[in-house]
């Protein structure tokens, strides 16, 4: 066999550059950079990457963690944040699959991520360029006004709820597309939750001055809270005002089903399997890897209730997403708006999720690139908000992924079963969420109609969903 | 001069609330829609004379005129004199509203009054009345002060100039012209002509998946794409505190980074395409103008605001302040034609997509289920195509024989690595020999390549 390697890397000159991959595969413990690796071309090397990811994957997910090891070393060669496409996402796949497997050793992980600075600054910053650099949410707030302004035609008294009150613009936007309704303005007050207080009295101060400016009678209420623990009582919803509640991608963080939550943390466990054996390592409230392998190859198989994506009728069961729903319904708003990610990557297998993972990341990397320079600030938002969510998608489970997201469809199930009603998206407002993502500059964005909701794409691939909703009786 | 109000009823009921925020806790305002009052309020027609007068209320001491009788009042208190300052007269708050004096006037008819006493006498001044005020820069006239105060402080801050020479004040008419502007149509029409020209020359290259010498042209092509615009630091850290004035409203943020702006100047102008913002100043999308309210205010720019530093918009607008932003934009034309370039090249510069397609391409025909589902890979029912596709990428394609030659060997030399698994694969990957076939055929030309991924996989 070796001399026909040996054949093969002689005439290496003229081969594909593919083939050679064969023979750096042989000797993994080469620590020396593999020369044609450098030279390959972009679409090569991004074929390969790709290769490497699910090779990397496929053993993580069965627990062989010495040859997802080989694999890491050999995207590491080629992947860069820097790079091209390919590379960044590779880049950003990789760190959440070696993050999975650190997990494996939770004291090591902790000790690696402990003096991490998370600077609420960075992350305000994030949110921001993910505003400015996309037209995403800007489309978003369009279709939700729109919605806001004709629900509310002839209200006197309108409140809003705003689940993530973030970005000030669109409540901005608003005011003044209801100072000129021609039945004059509403008295209007605005609700808004963030987990960071801060942020809240940017918003308060900046959506005060306009509507002072307007000449408004407004009120803001500032809630700091989180999502999952957010008390109802203190949205202060009062009688006889029309309620508005506005959820931008805030919704799939509490979509942990119950069986997960039961379950415990780690992904991986240090447990005797394959021959892998980590000597030492105390085995601490760790589900085993024979019983995770065991669940992954049953998931794969049967239908579990709580898998996500087997069947497109099953909804996993989370007490927590059934409990806010319900708490939403239980203030009778007049309206409701839920922007989404319109993918799913909530499937119960690691598998499932890259690959999804990796169409939809590579949509929205794909448009970046195509629309925006490489800056820091764009590295930054491909980092920070998109690593950050590749991250959770596949290194974690449990109660700390947060990010699962689901497919459209998903969602309008699982609130029609909650008792609201789907209204339609008006035309007027699509028009102007067309006329929106015309301006962008970029004609990969395409907008469709979905069923009344309107579903947001990067060339063909659907990115975000946003629908609006009544309460039914 | 008090009018009972007869015409009809008007349905405004009005819930009472209290509002706080904006204008002062103490007062409780009700509000009517403007120009339809409330039925039950007192109508009260002032003369001409009357609503013009300013200062009606003379101290005799000093000669000081008030506008309010409390005024003179309190101010009486400084002189020690007597002073009193009316109750209400009634107990209940009697709402009035006031009539226009001018008789061809829509406000003259009770039904059409006023609520707001000051606002009566702007609106007489402004319809009826003598334009006293002049701008200095334009030649703007007002009969109202406060209403030309508020002009001075924005003419001339924010223009924006079509390509054609016409100036605009505002925003939204700037974006109408642009969009039917027949200059503007010209250029855009030569410059996509010249752009698709180049491209269509960089297409050539590599666009199919051959085999091609490696070397350092290859380096070079790419090193100009990876070439990292040189980020301004300063540009940076303006960014990061005034990105929250994304619309513009940069008021309060005296510096009004520029930094800032290159960054929501790029999407400032909602319908500049990234051609403008990459150095391009002629490319303009043909957008149906962007007329509706709405747009302009999710992602336009307010011309109300006193700010002096807000950007003045022209054709070249970000690059008009490149100046002041230093650096970060004299790379981004070079960049962004390069990018532009590649952009149109798929091959030089793939997307990520495109990748992804190709490679599940190339793995699609050995969707075994039975072999996938072995090592618990469940592929999602939406994507379960292109999942599969990718697995199959994962597992192997054609050429058996070679890729299980090598795995053979691979697997000898690689010691003890794979002791689960390979033995299943080689297993599978011998009853694919039959299949083999069918994947050189589907690529056609550049079989070899077809059978790299599956070498690769022989190893693992």
């Known amino acids: 066999m070796a001399p026909m390697l040996q054949d093969e890397g002689s005439s290496s000159v003229t081969s594909s550059p593919l083939q050679l991959f064969s023979m750096m595969s042989l000797s993994p413990n080469l620590g020396s950079p593999y020369p044609f690796v450098r030279e390959l071309k972009s679409e090569e090397r991004g074929l390969y990457l790709i290769h490497l990811l699910l090779t990397c994957a496929n053993h993580v997910a069965a627990g062989s963690l010495e040859n997802a090891n080989i694999a890491l070393e050999q995207i590491s060669q080629l992947a860069s944040p820097d790079g091209d496409t390919m590379q960044r996402i590779a880049a950003y796949f990789t760190e959440a699959l070696a993050d999975r497997i650190l997990k494996a050793w939770p004291g090591l992980h902790k000790a ?12 305000i910053l994030v949110q921001k360029l993910f505003f400015e650099l996309f037209p995403f949410m800007k489309v978003a707030f369009v279709l939700t006004n729109q919605a806001i302004v004709e629900a509310m035609e002839g209200e006197k008294m309108v409140h809003i709820i705003d689940l993530n009150a973030a970005e000030p613009a669109q409540w901005i936007a608003l005011i003044q597309v209801l100072s000129a309704r021609p039945e004059g303005p509403p008295h209007l007050r605005i609700t808004g939750v963030h987990q960071q207080r801060e942020v809240l009295e940017q918003m308060a101060f900046k959506l005060t001055e306009e509507a002072e400016k307007l000449d408004i009678p407004f009120q803001f209420n500032p809630v700091v809270s989180k999502l999952d623990n957010l008390d109802f009582e203190k949205l202060r919803v009062k009688t006889g005002e029309a309620l508005a509640i506005s959820s931008v991608l805030q919704l799939h963080s509490l979509l942990a089903s119950d069986d997960e939550l039961l379950r415990k943390k780690s992904p991986l466990a240090p447990k005797n399997l394959n021959g892998i054996h980590l000597p030492g390592v105390p085995q601490i409230n760790q589900s085993t890897l024979g019983e995770l392998l065991e669940k992954d190859l049953v998931n794969g198989h049967s239908r579990s209730p709580d898998s996500a994506t087997s069947s497109p009728q099953s909804l996993s069961a989370s007490a927590k997403m059934d409990g806010f729903v319900n708490a939403l319904w239980g203030l009778t708003p007049k309206l409701m708006v ?10 119960s297998t690691l598998m499932e999720r890259l690959l999804e993972a990796l169409y939809s990341y590579a949509a929205l990397f794909d448009c970046l690139e195509s629309t925006v320079p490489r800056t820091l600030e764009r590295l930054k938002l491909e980092k920070m908000l998109f690593g950050e969510e590749i991250k959770n998608i596949i ?26 009603g789907n209204l339609p998206l008006s035309y007027y407002g699509m028009l102007q969420a067309g006329r929106l993502l015309q301006g962008y500059g970029s004609d990969g964005y395409k907008i469709k109609e979905e069923n009344g909701c309107v579903v947001i794409c990067w060339q063909d691939r659907a990115l975000f969903s946003v629908s609006a909703w009544r309460c039914r009786k | 001069m008090l009018e009972n109000m007869a015409e009809e009823a008007l349905p405004n009921g009005f819930v009472e609330n209290p509002i706080a925020g904006s204008n002062p806790p103490a007062s409780k305002k009700k509000r009517n829609q403007p120009g339809n009052p409330d039925p039950e309020a007192e109508v009260i027609a002032l003369s001409p004379k009357t609503l013009m007068a300013t200062n009606r209320f003379l101290c005799e001491i000093c000669g000081k005129g008030f506008q309010r009788d409390q005024n003179l009042q309190l101010h009486r208190r400084g002189h020690n004199l007597p002073w009193k300052l009316k109750q209400r007269t009634s107990k209940e708050i009697r709402k009035r509203v006031y009539v226009c004096p001018e008789k061809s006037c829509v406000h003259h008819h009770a039904s059409r009054a006023l609520g707001d006493l000051t606002g009566i006498k702007k609106h007489f001044c402004r319809k009826h009345g003598e334009k006293k005020w002049k701008c200095e820069k334009c030649a703007k006239r007002y009969a109202v002060q406060s209403d030309w105060k508020a002009h001075s402080k924005t003419c001339g801050t924010r223009e924006y100039k079509c390509d054609c020479g016409t100036i605009f004040s505002r925003r939204d008419s700037f974006i109408t012209h642009r969009a039917f502007c ?42 100009s794409i990876f070439k990292p615009i040189s980020s301004n630091e300063e540009a940076i850290n303006q960014t990061t505190r005034g990105l929250s004035l994304w619309m513009g409203q940069g008021s309060s943020q005296g510096q009004e980074s520029i930094g800032n702006n290159n960054l929501h100047g790029i999407h400032q102008l909602g319908s500049v395409s990234s051609g403008t913002i990459f150095g391009d100043p002629l490319v303009s999308c043909s957008n149906p103008p962007p007329s509706d309210y709405q747009l302009n205010w999710v992602f336009g720019t307010k011309l109300s605001s006193s700010n002096a530093e807000e950007l003045t918009a022209s054709n070249s607008l970000p690059l008009t302040d490149v100046k002041e932003a230093g650096t970060q934009l004299l790379s981004v034309p070079s960049l962004y034609s390069t990018q532009h370039q590649s952009h149109q090249t798929p091959s030089a510069n793939m997307s990520a ?32 195509r292109d999942g599969n596709k990718l697995c199959g990428v994962l597992y192997g394609t054609s050429n058996p024989i070679l890729s299980t030659n090598i795995g053979n060997d691979v697997e000898n030399s690689a010691g003890d690595l794979l002791q689960v698994h390979p033995a299943k ?28 991924p599956s070498s690769i996989n022989g190893w693992i």
């Open chain 1, 112 to 123: 690696l991520n402990s003096t991490k600075l998370t600077l609420v600054s960075e992350e």
């Open chain 1, 338 to 347: 839920i922007t989404e990610q319109d993918s799913n990557h909530n499937g």
């Open chain 1, 395 to 420: 290194a974690c489970e449990g109660a700390e992924r947060k990010e699962r997201h689901e497919k459209l469809e998903k969602w309008v199930q699982r609130l029609d079963l909650a008792g609201f």
């Open chain 2, 182 to 223: 027949d200059a503007l149509a010209e250029e855009t029409a030569r410059l996509n002509a010249a752009s698709n020209m180049s491209n269509a020359v960089a297409n050539n290259i590599n666009y199919h998946f051959m085999p091609t010498p490696l070397g350092p042209s290859m380096a070079q092509h790419f090193s």
């Open chain 2, 353 to 384: 997509t495109a990748l992804l397609q190709k490679a599940a391409q190339i793995g699609v025909t050995t969707t075994d289920p039975s072999f996938l589902g072995s090592f618990g890979l469940k592929c999602s029912d939406s994507q379960v």
């Open chain 2, 425 to 452: 694969r080689r297993h599978t990957m011998n009853e694919e020999s039959g299949g083999g076939g069918q994947t050189r055929d589907f690529l056609g030309v550049g079989v070899q390549t077809i059978c790299h």
